[in-house]
């Protein structure tokens, strides 16, 4: 399964994204098959080849929640937001 996801760059305390395609059971920090586009966190900015993430979504990669959440708050597509945790299982009181 292909999966579009981040792939950190850069040095301590200065992350920088490339958005890219790889097999889900590779590394994270591995070879891909494609670079999508890039995002930096410290300034919110985004550079990414939509038709180009849309076509490899056509053919099946499935995109992260993390990409679908930046691409969305960016203005980039009209996607809804996808919840990336779980909430705790809050436990009973033992009694």
């Known amino acids: 399964m292909l ?3 981040l792939q950190r760059i850069g040095k301590k305390h200065q992350a920088h994204y490339k958005i890219v395609v790889l097999e889900h059971a ?3 920090q591995g070879q891909y098959l ?9 300034t ?5 080849k939509r038709e180009v993430v ?4 056509a053919k099946g ?5 993390t ?8 203005k980039v597509w ?9 909430p705790k299982k809050k436990t009973e009181e033992k009694k």
């Open 3 to 5: 999966k579009i996801r």
């Open 61 to 65: 990669a499935q995109i992260s929640p």
């Open 44 to 48: 919110k900015a985004l550079a990414v």
């Open 54 to 57: 849309e076509a490899w979504m």
């Open 26 to 28: 590779r590394k994270p």
């Open 78 to 86: 009209d996607r809804p937001r996808i919840q990336n945790w779980k």
């Open 67 to 74: 990409v679908n959440n930046i691409m969305s708050a960016q």
């Open 34 to 42: 494609e670079q999508l586009g890039t995002y930096n966190p410290h």
